[in-house]
């Protein structure tokens, strides 16, 4: 069976500080990777997918990035965390489109 | 880019009344899909409809889909108090495989 993880659970960084988040897929070969952002209360944002290893879509301009490193991996990265960063992050996986799975997501707040 | 847009943005009801949420979209879909977040929680996916279906049930769940309206809605039988937490719709848009997220439907079940 499939299972993504997703670390840490929760952060608490300061404002200017890097940020690393990491998320991996067991289970599965070659899925659609997503980076989502949801504000407390809010819906959704889609920030980054990957359809294939190298291959990033970069939703909205910001100073987050992403790579994919591996086919079953998929990190989230800032340089300089802002304060409107701050948010509750989430990755999901799905074999093109269809049903996507989430991971259990990284609260992060920056101070 | 905003997708889904569900209706109501919050909705609460007698425990054992049905609950219904809308689902509007702007451009040709493949599919829509409807997901349920527990607070502070990932996604957890609910139910798929194609663009070629109009109806789908699943349990106490039944999904409707007008294409040419760019709306469906999400019925929830015979509510219960484990069914409190916020409902969203998403979908592609008919030509990469970005899944995009409304803003969602809270629903509180009142006892």
């Known amino acids: 069976s499939q299972t993504i993880h997703q670390w840490p659970a929760t952060l608490v960084q300061p404002v200017g500080s890097p940020l690393s988040l990491e998320c991996t897929v067991e289970?599965?070969?070659?899925?659609?990777l997503y980076w989502y952002r949801q504000a407390a209360g809010r819906g959704l944002q889609l920030l980054f997918y990957?359809?294939?290893?190298?291959?990033i879509s970069s939703e909205v301009p910001q100073n987050l990035s992403a790579s994919r490193p591996q086919d079953r991996q998929f990190i989230l990265s800032s340089k300089k965390l802002l304060l409107s960063d701050s948010g509750f992050y989430l990755c999901?996986?799905?074999?093109?489109?269809?049903?996507?799975?989430f991971g259990p997501g990284t609260r992060l707040t920056v101070t | 880019s905003q997708q889904g847009e569900e209706d109501p943005q919050a909705l609460s009801i007698q425990e054992g009344e049905n609950a219904t949420m809308n689902c509007s979209y702007k451009t040709s879909i493949n599919n829509l899909q409807w997901y349920r977040q527990n607070s502070g929680r990932g996604l957890v996916h609910l139910i798929l409809i194609r663009s070629n279906e109009r109806e789908k049930h699943s349990g106490r769940l039944r999904v409707t889909l007008d294409t040419s309206k760019k709306s469906s809605s999400l019925l929830i039988t015979a509510s219960r108090a484990a069914d409190t937490a916020s409902y969203f719709c998403a979908t592609d848009e008919g030509k990469d495989d970005k899944i995009i997220f409304g803003k969602g439907t809270r629903l509180h079940i009142l006892p």
């Open positions: 990957s359809v294939g290893i190298g291959q």
């Open positions: 999901a996986w799905t074999h093109r489109i269809g049903e996507q799975y």
């Open positions: 289970g599965t070969s070659n899925p659609n």
